[in-house]
């Protein structure tokens, strides 16, 4: 129950707060909290994963943009699409009055009891290593192809050997 | 004790909600990345919750892949991000319109 309030009051911060380092810090709440919801699920992998993955690699690269971009991060003053606001507003609530109704009144399985030693590492590893094997080779592929984007998208435009002929920027 | 699946499940439909208002209504992209990120757990979330109702670990693999394609997707939208502010000077997305023709 401390970690829903948690998690709910850190994803109200995510999208209310005025500055990006606060929402960036509410994300780390949020975060937190599920970690600890999934350690109730007997999900200890994916407790761990997340604490490591999204609280110490996810979270610090967006506040290492933040601080890189802490000019200019803020919201204009004028609202180019004034009915977009209340709009979203509106069906927001009607997607999440169709979700709450869809969980409360669908008929609820009954919960099967975990074998020993569910949602260790040891488990998720056998099942990655032997019926996944292929999606997560794909994945590791895909974690190159991500790093390479990143390189190249980040290069500077001019290449250093041109810019000694530039003027300096000011 | 345990808890019955569907206030984690409820907890999951609110914070996707969540994300997905601060998607619609804030301009920032940084937050916007933010409130993805939110929707992604909020998903995860769903996943370990079924994979604890029906004791199928299958659930939990899937969480792993999402977490995976997570990292990625943030590394190379934040280099976007960068490079669209090195060129426009802003990150506002309502000010980077110039696929509207």
Same mark, same amino acid.
């Given at each position: 129950?401390?970690?829903?309030?948690? &998690?709910?009051?850190?994803?109200?911060?995510?999208? &209310?707060?005025? %500055?990006?380092?606060?929402? &960036?810090?509410?994300?780390?709440?949020?975060?937190?909290? $599920?970690?600890?919801?999934?350690? !109730?699920?007997?999900?200890?992998?994916?407790?761990? !994963?997340?604490?490591?993955?999204?609280?110490?690699?996810?979270?610090?690269?967006?506040?290492?943009?933040?601080?890189?971009?802490?000019?200019?991060?803020? +919201?204009?003053?004028?609202?180019? $699409?004034?009915?977009?606001? #209340?709009?979203?507003?509106?069906?927001?609530?009607?997607?999440?009055?169709? !979700? $709450?109704?869809?969980?409360? %009144?669908? %008929?609820?399985?009954?919960?099967?009891?975990?074998?020993?030693?569910?949602? %260790?590492? +040891?488990?998720?590893?056998?099942?990655?290593?032997?019926?996944? !094997?292929?999606?997560?080779?794909? &994945?590791?592929?895909? $974690?190159?192809?991500?790093?390479?984007?990143?390189?190249?998208?980040?290069?500077?435009?001019?290449? #250093?050997?041109?810019?000694?002929?530039?003027? #300096?920027?000011? | 004790?345990?808890?019955?699946?569907?206030?984690?499940?409820?907890?999951?439909?609110?914070?996707?909600?969540?994300?997905?208002?601060?998607?619609?209504?804030?301009?920032?992209?940084? =937050?916007?990345?933010?409130?993805?990120?939110?929707?992604?757990?909020?998903?995860?979330?769903?996943? =370990?919750?079924?994979?604890?109702?029906?004791?199928?670990?299958?659930?939990?693999?899937?969480?792993?892949?999402?977490?995976?394609?997570?990292?990625?997707?943030?590394? =190379?939208?934040?280099?976007?991000?960068?490079?669209?502010?090195?060129?426009?000077?802003?990150?506002?997305?309502?000010?980077?319109?110039?696929?509207?023709?």
């Amino acid at each position: 129950m401390v970690a829903a309030a948690g &998690a709910l009051a850190g994803g109200v911060g995510v999208i &209310a707060s005025r %500055t990006p380092v606060r929402s &960036a810090l509410s994300l780390l709440l949020v975060l937190g909290n $599920l970690a600890v919801m999934y350690l !109730l699920l007997s999900a200890q992998f994916i407790a761990a !994963l997340q604490v490591i993955v999204y609280a110490g690699a996810i979270v610090v690269l967006f506040l290492f943009v933040i601080m890189l971009l802490h000019m200019r991060t803020g +919201e204009g003053r004028v609202e180019k $699409l004034r009915w977009q606001r #209340p709009v979203s507003y509106v069906l927001s609530g009607v997607f999440l009055s169709a !979700l $709450l109704w869809a969980i409360w %009144t669908g %008929t609820g399985t009954q919960v099967a009891t975990s074998p020993a030693g569910f949602g %260790t590492v +040891e488990s998720v590893g056998r099942s990655l290593f032997t019926t996944f !094997l292929l999606p997560f080779e794909i &994945a590791s592929v895909v $974690l190159l192809v991500g790093i390479i984007a990143a390189v190249v998208v980040g290069r500077p435009v001019v290449p #250093p050997s041109a810019r000694a002929h530039l003027p #300096p920027p000011e | 004790m345990i808890i019955p699946a569907q206030y984690y499940l409820t907890i999951s439909a609110v914070l996707f909600t969540l994300g997905m208002v601060g998607v619609l209504v804030r301009r920032n992209a940084l =937050v916007i990345f933010m409130s993805i990120e939110l929707m992604l757990n909020s998903v995860n979330l769903t996943f =370990v919750t079924f994979a604890r109702q029906l004791a199928a670990i299958e659930g939990q693999v899937a969480v792993f892949f999402v977490v995976v394609i997570a990292a990625v997707e943030v590394v =190379v939208g934040l280099a976007i991000i960068i490079a669209i502010f090195r060129t426009r000077s802003t990150v506002d997305i309502d000010d980077v319109d110039l696929l509207r023709g």
